[in-house]
């Protein structure tokens, strides 16, 4: 069955890493937001180019660019035939309601992780500038900071500077927590503890997931 997700969590909360496990467990593609802009910026596209300032600063890219990309991608064969994670959109309600125009939403994660942590979290991540997996300096690659699956290089993320997390912070709470107050009212949302082991976190979503997807 193909399932249709959207899991939100403040900076640092874990949706990248628990999406690539989520993925693989649903056999449904993870697309995050934050990755193809990163790839957009790597490769100096149009969007890359515009979405690049928005970014290193810590605000949200306007809604107008991120729903061309988002339309776009939902509309690729794997997602037709298998469904979706996303991971970072939406985080307006503009951006929620125009979703629900053109994709149907199963169920949707607020993970919740409290604001002490995910400071502590973003300063110790590390994540590949090619493949952009995901580590931290309590988890780090095999051999020294080469990335495991591709072999580039490992390296901390341009927006996590304590300025930018800061902004992207106060953008959670005024922009995305309404969007997650969005999805309450329309029934499918749910929520999970973040804390704990990558284990127990990814036990715990399964759970809530097939507990929602059983209605
Ligand atoms: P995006 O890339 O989505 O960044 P974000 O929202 O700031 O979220 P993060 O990626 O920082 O956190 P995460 O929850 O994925 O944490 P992770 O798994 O890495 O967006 C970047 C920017 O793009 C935005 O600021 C905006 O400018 C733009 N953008 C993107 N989408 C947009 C949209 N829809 N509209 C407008 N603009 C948009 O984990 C963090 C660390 O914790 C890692 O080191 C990990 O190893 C570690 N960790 C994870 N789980 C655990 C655990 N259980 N225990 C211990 N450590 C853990
Ligand atoms: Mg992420």
């Given at each position: 069955?193909?399932?249709?997700?959207?899991?939100?969590?403040?900076?640092?909360?874990?949706?990248?890493?628990?999406?690539?496990?989520?993925?693989?467990?649903?056999?449904?593609?993870?697309i995050s937001t934050g990755d193809m802009l990163r790839a957009a910026v790597?490769?100096?596209t149009p969007i890359g180019?515009e979405a690049?300032?928005?970014?290193?600063?810590?605000?949200?890219v306007p809604d107008e660019v991120m729903l061309g990309v988002v339309e776009e991608r939902l509309a690729e064969?794997?997602?037709?035939?298998?469904?979706?994670?996303l991971?970072g959109f939406p985080r307006?309600?503009?951006q929620?309601?125009a979703l629900?125009?053109?994709?149907?939403?199963?169920?949707?994660?607020?993970?919740?992780?409290?604001?002490?942590?995910?400071?502590?979290?973003?300063?110790?991540?590390?994540?590949?500038?090619?493949?952009?997996?995901?580590?931290?300096?309590?988890?780090?690659?095999?051999?020294?900071?080469?990335?495991?699956?591709?072999?580039?290089?490992?390296?901390?993320?341009?927006?996590?500077?304590?300025?930018?997390?800061?902004?992207?912070?106060?953008?959670?709470?005024?922009?995305?927590?309404?969007?997650?107050?969005?999805?309450?009212?329309?029934?499918?949302?749910?929520?999970?503890?973040?804390?704990?082991?990558?284990?127990?976190?990814?036990?715990?979503?399964?759970?809530?997931?097939?507990?929602?997807?059983?209605?």
């Amino acid at each position: 069955m193909a399932v249709r997700l959207v899991i939100f969590g403040r900076q640092g909360a874990g949706k990248g890493t628990q999406s690539s496990l989520l993925s693989t467990h649903y056999g449904a593609p993870h697309i995050s937001t934050g990755d193809m802009l990163r790839a957009a910026v790597a490769n100096a596209t149009p969007i890359g180019l515009e979405a690049k300032s928005f970014m290193d600063s810590g605000q949200l890219v306007p809604d107008e660019v991120m729903l061309g990309v988002v339309e776009e991608r939902l509309a690729e064969r794997d997602v037709l035939e298998s469904g979706f994670l996303l991971d970072g959109f939406p985080r307006t309600v503009v951006q929620a309601e125009a979703l629900g125009h053109f994709a149907t939403i199963d169920v949707a994660v607020d993970l919740q992780v409290p604001e002490d942590v995910v400071l502590e979290r973003i300063s110790s991540r590390r994540v590949c500038k090619n493949c952009g997996r995901i580590y931290s300096t309590e988890a780090p690659p095999a051999e020294g900071w080469t990335c495991d699956t591709c072999g580039g290089d490992v390296v901390q993320r341009g927006d996590d500077t304590p300025e930018a997390v800061a902004k992207r912070l106060t953008a959670y709470a005024t922009e995305t927590q309404p969007t997650i107050d969005w999805y309450a009212g329309t029934g499918v949302l749910v929520a999970v503890d973040g804390l704990g082991t990558l284990e127990e976190v990814t036990a715990r979503l399964i759970a809530a997931i097939d507990a929602r997807l059983a209605g």
